[in-house]
């Protein structure tokens, strides 16, 4: 049987998840190309330097004891340390994770941070665990990557299924192991415990921040946009708060069982009040469609805020949006990128939208080292000048050179961490 001749849908999802490492390596093969770096770069950042598979014991409350599937994934660190969020998800795999931390490093390098891209995950649904299972969980992954994470190594933080919670869970356990103050080993974590002002926010806010630049390189204004937001968890909930309160009307929201989609507009601070921890709400109501029809709704922006391949070459034709803006990791595929591209639809990049996360995370980590905490207004400010920078530099680079917004973010994202690679004579 060859790779391809699948037959059961989970080879199908690692088929997947595959080619969203496949389809990462081959728009950075093409960025490096533009920019002038030869095969021998692309082999060198094509995959991460470092992959870790861990297994971890942990006694559930019925006293049986479950073994975990974990990953940790240090795609680059010639820049400097490695940063990523950590997720616990059912569907998750090594190829996933891998694609995962070269996204990182691209977030990095568009973002100007001194960091390389790493990404964790584990194998579980926390939906079915109790509060201790997770607490045991998340302590057990961190006595399992310590040797190799740390504020000056590998820097983690939340990402899909973990929030604050699980960060001070896992910098108490680092804390145990490592005997000293360790605030600078994770970030996402509680105010209290060394947290920033507007990291929970962040993501959200990036993709805002894009959605704002967007609308101006359009003539459009957001006040009255019409929006779409699929999916409606942490950072999806957000955007469409966000966007509310911007004056736009969003007209359409989805979550893991459906959406709801309203051509006069959704009361969203009503939603809002009635989603649970894990992001649904649209089983509450009837009239709902499905995720794939929401996407293919009369709107001016859409937001793919959930899982990845949502946008392909299949639908691509029929997204009636003038603007894509991708909070997302990899909802659209190579093939719907240039459809949408040749349709005239501004596809903004998630390596680029979704930079907001990981600049709120390194703006937290300087904050525990120099001891000296800034204000949300502060943060956001900060926040804003580097992302409106970033994507007036990707804009431009993709008028100048001709090519699409993924792939000139791609190029941007790209070049310091190439160019440090050299540097350090590892090429």
Known sequence: MGIYDVTSSEDEKDIEKLNLLTSTQIVIHDALKKIGYNQEMYELLKEPLRMSDVRIPVRMDDGSTKIF???????????????????????????????????????????????????????????????????????????????????????????????????????????????????????GKPLVL???????????????????????????????????????????????????DAGAIVVGISDVYGALYNPDGLNINYLLDRRDSFGTVTSLFEGTITNKELLEQECDVLVPAAISNQITAENASNIKAGIVVEAANGPTTLEATNILTDRGILLVPDVLAGAGGVTVSYFEWVQNKQGLYWSEDEVEVKLRSKLIKSFHDIYHLSQTSNVNMRLAAYMVGVRKMAEASLFRGWV
């Open 69 to 187: 599937s974990g990953f940790r994934a240090q795609h680059n660190d010639a820049v400097g340390p490695t940063m990523g969020g950590v997720r616990f998800h059912p569907q998750v795999t090594a190829n996933e994770v891998k694609a995962l931390s070269m996204w990182m490093s691209l977030k990095c390098g568009i973002a100007d941070l001194p960091f390389g891209g790493g990404k964790g995950a584990i194998l579980c649904n926390p939906r079915t665990m109790s509060f201790g299972e997770l607490e045991r969980l998340s302590r057990g992954y961190v006595r399992a990557i310590s040797q190799i994470v740390g504020p000056t190594k590998d820097i983690p933080a939340p990402d899909i299924y973990t929030n604050s919670q699980i960060m001070a869970w896992m910098m108490d356990e680092y804390s145990r192991l490592r005997q000293f103050g360790s605030s600078g080993f994770i970030t």
């Open 194 to 244: 060394g947290g920033s002002e507007g990291r929970e926010k962040a993501g959200a806010k990036g993709v805002t921040i894009c959605i704002e630049e967007a609308a101006k390189k359009r003539g459009m204004k957001v006040k009255g946009a019409r929006v779409i937001v699929q999916g409606f968890g942490n950072a999806g909930s957000y955007i469409a708060k966000f966007m509310h």
